[in-house]
């Protein structure tokens, strides 16, 4: 049975900001912090390799985590935060041209043919999670760990326990209702269940070395 551990990022610079922040940014000393105790976490765990987004919080997270457990990291676009519109950074979290653009987004959001600008909507969302499961089952790897960002992490969950038929209503549920924690651990696995292999959702945003 194939067994993956899901870190999101420890708390960044993006995190505490009012403002939308680029993906050049780092952890602060909380996030730094953050990182060390999941770190301490896995150091018994049998983990054989940690793949990891290739956006600096995430990738300062992993070499930490890298550092207690030593081993293997490879960064991936597929585990990147998903991606926003370029108009959006820069811009006040809660100023009025932000609220604006959020509302339109959020209203074209199940429309495949729409965007705002730049930004995957759901229709991209939804294949890359595909993508990264199928990556996930084509390792000889058994014991996995990936280090990556809330938002992606909420549409994998909402795609493994709703399946195929995943609707950008039910998305939209899993969005707005289940929240992680800075280096919250949820941990999925891939094994059979009335004879059919599935992946299937152990544990959700364990944060209890916090």
Known sequence: ??????????????????????????????????????????ENLPIEIIFSSNIQRAKDTALIIKSKIDKPIEYHDLFNERKWPSEQNGLHKKGEESNKMSEKIWKIFPNPELRYS??????????????????????????????????????????????????PEECDQ????????????????HGKTNKKT????????????L
């Open 1 to 42: 049975m194939k067994i993956v551990h899901i870190v999101r990022h420890g708390e960044s610079y993006s995190n505490t900001s009012d403002f939308w922040m680029s993906d050049d940014v780092g952890l602060t000393e909380k996030g730094i912090n953050q990182a060390n105790a999941v770190a301490s976490r896995f």
């Open 118 to 167: 730049d930004e995957e909507n759901f229709t991209d969302l939804k294949e890359r999670i595909k993508n990264i499961l199928l990556f996930l089952e084509s390792r000889q790897e058994e014991n996995i760990m990936i280090v990556t960002h809330g938002f992606i992490l909420r549409i994998m969950m909402a795609y493994i326990v709703m399946g195929e038929d995943l609707s």
């Open 174 to 189: 899993f969005i707005d209702k289940f929240h992680t924690k800075n280096t919250g651990i949820t941990t999925i696995h």
């Open 198 to 209: 599935n992946w299937h959702l152990s544990s959700w945003n364990d944060h209890s070395h």
